[in-house]
């Protein structure tokens, strides 16, 4: 993850959040009212090239969906699976009114502080986010094998 990728999904956090929470209560119920053609209707020749039946449909449209869902996951779960890493209290303050989806002026109003100075707060918060996460890359296998040698 790099600074602006952070960045973005601090922004977007809140009404991520929101939107897998609506997303997941909408997929529950199995798609009632969704019926096939009984009688003579049924019989009638269909489209070419395309799949009629509607709850073929439905679950093409359900499917899409829960594959939004889950990009949201992943991309809430960076954020909280970073948040241990921060360990001022200010910062901590920001990034809860951040991750609640507040303005930087709200949040400085509440907190006594400029706009800017929250600013400088949340730089702070994604600079720790990206370069303290340990990346696990080839390099770090390499130097596993050197040390059992």
Known sequence: ????????????????????????ESMEDAGENITTKYGIESSMPKAQGRNSDPVFQEYKRREKRWAIVEKYEKKVKIIQERIHLIQDERELEVLHWLLEG???RWI??????????????????????????PNVTKGTKLKKEKQCV
């Open 1 to 24: 993850m790099n600074k602006k990728q952070i960045e973005s999904i601090l922004k977007d956090y809140h009404w991520m959040m929101n939107s897998i929470k609506l997303l997941r």
């Open 102 to 104: 507040k303005s930087y």
């Open 108 to 133: 400085a109003l509440h907190m006594g502080l400029s706009h800017s100075h929250i600013k400088r707060l949340r730089d702070s918060i994604v600079d720790q986010f990206v370069k303290n996460v």
